[in-house]
C-alpha cells in the first residue's frame, strides 16, 4: 500500500486537527476510506459529499495514485452534517464589514502598465486545490462578493475552475482582465458563472492607449466588447486610471464607453480613478501623477455629461479601501504606499477581528460597493 500526502481543508482540516497528514490507499477511494476510519464517522460524511483532487485535477473515487501524489480534500458548499454551519450557510451576522475581495490569483500579465498596484515578484502562485479552498473560506468570512484579478487572471490555466468554485458556492463573481487574453470560447464556458467583467481603457485612441499600455490593447478591449454583447446578463465595468498621459482624453474616453452603453443590453459602468502612488516597484510618480487640482477640475468636468454611470474616484477615495488576497495566499490591506499583511488568508478564523486591527475603511469599503449588486444571483 502506497503512502500519499494528503492536504485537508475548512471542516476537515478541523476534524482532523492537521492541515496534512499520510494516508495508504491504492486510489483516491481508498485513501479517503483510511482517513474516514482514522477521524471518525464526522469526517467521513463530509469527505464523501466533498470533492477530491490528485495533483490539481479533479478525479473521482477510482482514480488510481502512487507514491509522490499529492491528493487534496475539499469539503462540499455545505458539509450537511448535523448542527454545522457549513461553507454556504446563512452568515450570523447582520452585517458585514468587507463585502468584497480581491483575489489576485497571479502576478503575470501582458501589460507593464507604470501605475500598477498589483503583486510582482509572485512566479509561484498557490496550486489549485489551496486557491479553490481560498475561494471557499472568502464565502465562510461573509464577503459577499470575489474579485478574480492579478496581473491578469486569464493567465491562470485553471481561472475557470476557481470562477466556477466562486459561483457554486453562492459568490458574487467578478473578473477583472486586461482584456487582451479574453475570448469568445471563454465566455461561452465560463461566462454563466461571472456577474461582472472589468477592463481598463487608458485611451479613446491607439496613440493615447499606448503611453501606458501595451499597443493594440485599446483594440483587444473592443473585441472584447463586442463578444460581451452575446452575454447581457455580465455587467462591464469600464476603468480609466487618470495620469498626466491621458488627462485630456477622458471626455473622449466617455464617449466611447457612453456609446458602447446605449447599444448594448447589459448594465454599464465607468469608473475615473486618480492613480495612485503604490506599486511594488520603482516608479517615476512626478510623470505620471494629476494633482488634486486637475483631477477636481475633470470630475466637476464629467460631473455634467450625461449617459452611462460614472464613478470617479480620487486618491483620497482610493486608499484604505481593499482588501486582497495576493498570489502566495497572503491577506494584504494596503494603506497609502505600503501592503500590510496579515498572513495566510486561510490561517484566518475571523477576518472581521483581523480588519479591526487595520487601518481598513470599512465604512468607506461598504458606500463604494453600493449599486455593483446583481438583482439576482444565480445558484
Known sequence: MTGIRVRLFAALREEAGARVVEATGRTAGEVIDTLADRF?????????AGSVM????????????????????LPPVSSGAPESRGIGA??????????????????????????????????????????????????TQSARRIVFTGGDPLKRPDI?????????????????TTGDEVGPGFLAEVGPCIDLVSLPIDGSTEEVSSRTKEPGHLAAVVRTL????????????????????????????LDLVDRYA????????????????????????????VSDEAFADLERALGCRAGVSVHVLD?????????????????????????????????????????AGTNFDAAKHLRHSRGWEKLEVPR
Request: glycine share 6%; net charge negative.
Open 262 to 289: 446605449r447599444t448594448t443590453e447589459a448594465r454599464v459602468f465607468y469608473n475615473v480613478f486618480q492613480a495612485f502612488p503604490r506599486s511594488m516597484e520603482a516608479v517615476d510618480w512626478g510623470s505620471l501623477l
Open 90 to 139: 446563512p452568515p450570523e451576522r447582520d452585517r458585514y464589514r468587507v463585502v468584497t475581495i480581491d483575489f489576485h490569483v497571479t502576478a503575470e500579465c501582458k501589460q507593464e502598465c507604470p501605475y500598477c498596484w498589483g503583486p510582482k515578484g509572485y512566479e509561484r502562485p498557490v496550486p489549485t486545490s489551496t486557491a479553490l479552498a481560498i475561494v471557499e473560506h472568502v464565502k
Open 226 to 253: 463586442e463578444w460581451l454583447r452575446s452575454h447581457p446578463r455580465i455587467d462591464v465595468k469600464l476603468c480609466t486610471p487618470v495620469t498626466r498621459h491621458n488627462l485630456n482624453d477622458v471626455p473622449s474616453i
Open 54 to 73: 490528485v495533483n490539481d485535477e479533479r478525479v473521482g473515487r477510482d482514480t488510481p495514485v502512487e507514491e509522490g501524489d499529492e491528493l487534496a480534500l
Open 315 to 355: 486618491r483620497a477615495t482610493l486608499d484604505r479601501l481593499y482588501v486582497m488576497i495576493f498570489p502566495d495566499g497572503s491577506l494584504v490591506v494596503p494603506s497609502g504606499a505600503s501592503y500590510l499583511t496579515y498572513g495566510s488568508f486561510l490561517e484566518v478564523e475571523d477576518l472581521d477581528a483581523v480588519i
Open 160 to 176: 475557470g475552475v476557481l470562477i466556477r468554485r466562486a459561483k457554486d458556492v453562492g459568490l458574487e463573481v467578478a473578473l477583472s
Open 40 to 48: 471518525g464517522e464526522r469526517f467521513g460524511a463530509i469527505a464523501a
